[in-house]
């Protein structure tokens, strides 16, 4: 809410849009940081924080490292397999580019909501393995990824086939080239993204398990590998 309020005041008052609009994200993750640490100061408990007692602890820092590094690269797995493509899509012309990009913002609604139940599952049988309760880890897992394969497919068709009408409020209705590249796409990407949200779920399902570096390699091999 406050990028956007902001994206919106800034972009009148400034006259370069593009730093507006940088202005407008860093200052609102800049807020929403102070608001969660300043509500994790007001708790009470064992996880409520205290500024004064921070200290700098080796084991944490390495725990840390071993699931942040492998996340960062799953992180990074999507934007540099498109730049695998990029210089061939763009070969195509501005339509392509057009076309392609608009694609991509359709692909991201759906991924938002397979990449919630990726972490769900994360979530979910991390505290079961850690309460020994093997029962709810494999309910956890069936259910995560029985509803998230099932919820991207659908998602997947039903943006397919209303995609002339998505693409041509990103792209306008009149660029019809723009609009064929981008229902190009959207015939392979979005009618077999189920297969995403299943790699996706599992992987997450590896990391609850402690192995997060054998869910990067995964995602390498099947990303990266296969384009």
Same mark, same amino acid.
């Given at each position: =809410?406050?990028?956007?309020?902001?994206?919106?005041?800034?972009?009148?008052?400034? @006259?370069?849009?593009?730093?507006?609009?940088?202005?407008?994200?860093?200052?609102? +993750?800049?807020?929403?940081?102070?608001?969660?640490?300043?509500?994790?100061?007001? &708790?009470?408990?064992?996880?409520? =924080?205290?500024?004064?007692?921070?200290?700098? +602890?080796? !084991?944490? &820092?390495?725990?840390?490292?071993?699931?942040?590094?492998?996340?960062?690269?799953?992180?990074?797995?999507?934007?540099?397999?498109?730049? /695998?493509?990029?210089?061939?899509? !763009?070969?195509?012309?501005?339509?392509?580019?057009?076309?392609?990009?608009?694609?991509?913002?359709? /692909?991201?609604?759906? %991924?938002?909501?397979?990449?919630? &139940?990726?972490?769900? @599952?994360?979530? &979910? %049988?991390?505290?079961?393995?850690? $309460?020994?309760?093997?029962?709810? =880890?494999?309910?956890?897992?069936?259910?995560?990824?029985?509803?998230? =394969?099932?919820?991207?497919?659908?998602?997947?068709?039903?943006?397919?086939?209303?995609?002339?009408?998505?693409?041509?409020?990103?792209?306008?209705?009149?660029?019809?080239?723009?609009?064929?590249?981008?229902?190009?796409?959207?015939?392979?990407? !979005?009618?077999?993204?189920?297969?995403? $949200?299943? !790699?996706?779920?599992?992987?997450? $399902?590896? /990391?609850?398990?402690?192995?997060? *570096?054998?869910?990067?390699?995964?995602?390498?091999? *099947?990303?990266?590998? *296969?384009?």
């Amino acid at each position: =809410v406050i990028n956007v309020v902001l994206n919106v005041i800034l972009c009148i008052i400034l @006259t370069e849009k593009v730093a507006a609009v940088a202005i407008a994200t860093v200052c609102s +993750n800049v807020i929403s940081a102070a608001l969660a640490l300043l509500r994790l100061c007001n &708790f009470d408990g064992e996880y409520r =924080v205290s500024i004064k007692k921070l200290r700098f +602890n080796t !084991n944490s &820092f390495i725990l840390i490292m071993k699931y942040g590094i492998p996340t960062a690269i799953n992180n990074l797995i999507i934007p540099v397999s498109n730049v /695998q493509i990029s210089s061939a899509i !763009n070969s195509f012309g501005v339509d392509a580019i057009a076309g392609n990009s608009a694609a991509i913002s359709m /692909q991201s609604i759906n %991924m938002a909501f397979h990449s919630s &139940f990726g972490i769900s @599952t994360l979530t &979910f %049988m991390g505290q079961n393995i850690g $309460a020994q309760n093997k029962e709810r =880890v494999r309910k956890t897992l069936r259910i995560c990824l029985l509803t998230g =394969v099932l919820l991207s497919a659908s998602i997947g068709v039903a943006m397919y086939l209303s995609g002339r009408v998505w693409l041509g409020l990103i792209v306008g209705k009149s660029a019809e080239a723009a609009i064929e590249y981008g229902m190009a796409r959207m015939k392979f990407i !979005n009618i077999l993204i189920f297969i995403f $949200a299943s !790699n996706n779920i599992l992987s997450h $399902a590896i /990391q609850a398990y402690g192995y997060p *570096f054998f869910s990067s390699i995964s995602s390498i091999i *099947f990303t990266l590998g *296969f384009r």
